[in-house]
Nanobody, 123 residues
Framework: QVQLVESGGGLVQAGDSLRLSCAAS????????MGWFRQAPGKEREFVAA????????NYADPVKGRSTISRDNAKNTVYLQMISLKPEDTAVYYC????????????????WGQGTQVTVSS
């Protein structure tokens, strides 16, 4: 079992950049593919990005493609989501998640979830 704790969220202006971090503990981090999801008020939780166990494969959702970079440091048990050119529609609670299966965009393929970090982008 793995515990996940996100950090790095906050209030930013449109056009700003932000880097989210997710620290893992409790299990061997490199056993898991890692993903980021987000949930805006009144909306379903949606996929943002995912990275394979050793960082060799990545998957991005279309709304963030070209503006986001997911990476991981297995020595630090941490996955990151760097976002640039933030837009008000990026406002959401961002969650990291761990999967033993793949870098899927499907929520159901992820076994463990963090509590989330709020990102608010003002116009």
């Amino acid at each position: 079992q793995v515990q996940l704790v996100e950090s790095g969220g906050g209030l930013v202006q449109a056009g700003d950049s932000l880097r989210l971090s997710c620290a893992a503990s409790g299990s061997t981090f490199s056993l898991y593919h890692m993903g980021w999801f987000r949930q805006a008020p009144g909306k379903e939780r949606e996929f943002v990005a995912a990275v394979s166990r050793f960082g060799t494969s990545k998957n991005y959702a279309d709304p963030v493609k070209g503006r986001s970079t997911i990476s991981r440091d297995n020595a630090k048990n941490t996955v990151y989501l760097q976002m640039i050119s933030l837009k008000p529609e990026d406002t959401a609670v961002y969650y990291c998640a761990a999967s033993v299966y793949s870098i899927s965009a499907e929520r159901t393929r992820y076994d463990y979830w963090g509590q989330g970090t709020q990102v608010t982008v003002s116009s």
